[in-house]
């Protein structure tokens, strides 16, 4: 089939790049011309593993485009997948602003009947919203269709080729057996519904598992006080099929592009029509006050923290991304910085990101964890990177000031701290 994909971020990028390895004809748009030719030379503008071998194989084999011309994209094509982002207006809102001016824009170039696919995460009804911009831009008929997507960055290629399901939004029965042919390159357990229900699901899901985190996150909090282990009471909890064990890794709590954002709008969502979503505004708050926990701790051992040396270990929202929106690390560092600590700050590759957002006399940016931690009288590990399960933990002793480690993200286990001399801070499990 021949796809037009509007957008190039996690969602657009990868969505094209995938239908185009099975076989379909992709031309991927983006309005920023610097992005296009990033990817004309197989150079991706998101950091995602794999992405950038997957674009030049389907580029040289003729099946992937990629042009700022959006028109000509469009009329080239039958099926149009609109995948731009959906970002957080100030009040918890999804910004529609810039689907609608790409609704507008695909209408404008359309020269036949066209499908026109939603991928981006949007509220309910947003559909027909779009279906009406449509309407106002060509007098030509098309079909629209709600195909939400549930990739997680890191590791977004092999979700989308081999997802646990394919959801799909129709109106028009007729588009069943061509949607269920689309997507059944990638898997066969593909749930056709109505568009609301399908717009529905995609926030339904993310709010669901963030659900999870914040509530296996406060049983780390009550384990600490009863002396229990939340790594031990998370694997007898996923034994259960009903409960299931992913997403139960208590931490410092959920960032990134999508939660945070999902979660907040599906409290409007539901506002909107007057309905409180009491136990999700709960999971927010419950989210927010755990990254604060790391800080906590640091007072717990160190106590004031004015002119102390702190490092950071991991500022990206989870690991294999160097994306840091709504990272955990951006509050936490803020605070240490406020409290007047110095905060020796080392990432694997949101570096850059990092200094683009956060800049301060305090910080010092730092080559390595090993640089963060030397004089510190702390580390703070806040992503869970492998480079980081990986540390010697008896050097990292010898090289910090005072042997702090508050391990955020509980990667290290029991013997390995024993035999370090640590003084050791986890969540949700006994020294
Ligand atoms: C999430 C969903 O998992 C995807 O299914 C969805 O498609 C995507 O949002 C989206 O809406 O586009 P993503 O934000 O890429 O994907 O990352 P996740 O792997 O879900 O992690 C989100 C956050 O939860 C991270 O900060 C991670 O550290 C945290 N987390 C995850 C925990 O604290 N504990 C866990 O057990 C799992």
């Known amino acids: 089939m021949k796809l037009a994909v509007i957008g190039t971020g996690y969602v657009g990028l990868v969505s094209g790049v995938c239908f185009a390895h099975k076989g379909n004809e992709v031309i991927c748009v983006d309005l920023e ?68 001016q790409a609704a507008a824009d695909v209408g404008k170039a359309m020269n036949g009947y ?7 995460t949007v509220p309910v009804g947003t559909n027909e919203k779009i279906k009406g911009v449509l309407a106002q831009h060509t007098n030509l008929s098309f079909d629209i269709v ?9 590791s977004a290629i092999n979700d989308t080729l081999h997802p646990d399901r394919v959801i799909i939004g129709l109106d028009n029965e007729g588009l069943r057996e061509t949607m269920v042919t689309l997507h059944q390159v990638f898997t066969d357990k593909i749930y056709v519904t109505d568009i609301r229900s399908a717009e529905m699901i995609k926030y339904a899901s993310n709010a669901f598992l963030a659900t999870k ?9 009550i384990c600490e006080k009863v002396g229990a282990d939340v790594t031990c009471v998370a694997d007898g909890m ?22 945070p954002k999902d979660t907040n709008a599906l409290i409007q969502i539901a506002g909107n029509v007057d309905y409180e979503f009491k136990l999700l505004k709960s999971v927010v708050e419950v989210n927010t006050d755990q990254r604060f926990m790391i800080v906590s701790k640091l007072r717990e051992s160190l106590g004031q923290l004015h002119g102390v040396p702190i490092g950071i270990w991991g500022l990206a929202f989870k690991p294999n991304t160097d994306d840091i929106r709504e990272a955990p690390a951006l509050e936490i560092v803020e605070t240490l910085i406020q409290a007047g600590a110095i905060v020796k700050l080392y990432d694997p590759i ?28 702390a580390v703070c590990l806040l992503t869970d ?12 002793a010898s090289l910090l000031h005072k042997p702090v480690l508050i391990d955020g993200r509980n990667i290290f286990t029991e013997d ?7 003084e050791y801070y986890s969540v949700g499990r006994p020294r």
């Not at 683009?356 to 010092?364: A, G, L």
Request: charged content about 25%.
């Open 238 to 259: 996923g034994m259960d099929k009903r409960i299931g064990s992913s997403f139960l890794q208590a931490g410092i709590g959920y960032g990134g592009s999508c939660f």
């Open 416 to 422: 390995q701290i024993q035999s370090s001399g640590l």
């Open 33 to 100: 011309q610097y992005k296009i030719d990033m990817l004309n030379r197989a150079e991706s503008p998101i950091y995602e593993p794999g992405i950038e071998d997957l674009i030049s194989l389907n580029l040289e084999a003729g099946r992937l485009e990629f042009t700022s011309d959006l028109a000509d994209a469009v009329r080239r094509s039958d099926i149009v997948i609109l995948a731009v982002g959906t970002p957080s207006l100030a009040n918890g809102e999804a910004n529609l602003s810039y689907i609608e």
């Open 146 to 154: 709600s195909a939400p997507e549930f990739l997680r960055e890191g």
């Open 114 to 120: 066209k499908i026109i696919m939603t991928k981006s």
């Open 213 to 221: 985190i914040s509530f296996i996150n406060e049983i780390a909090n």
């Open 350 to 377: 949101a570096m850059n990101k990092f200094k683009e957002r956060v800049d301060h006399p305090n910080i010092v940016w730092c080559s390595s964890p090993q640089q963060a931690a030397e004089g510190s009288d």
């Open 385 to 396: 990177w492998e480079e980081f399960k990986k540390v010697d933990l008896v050097q990292l």
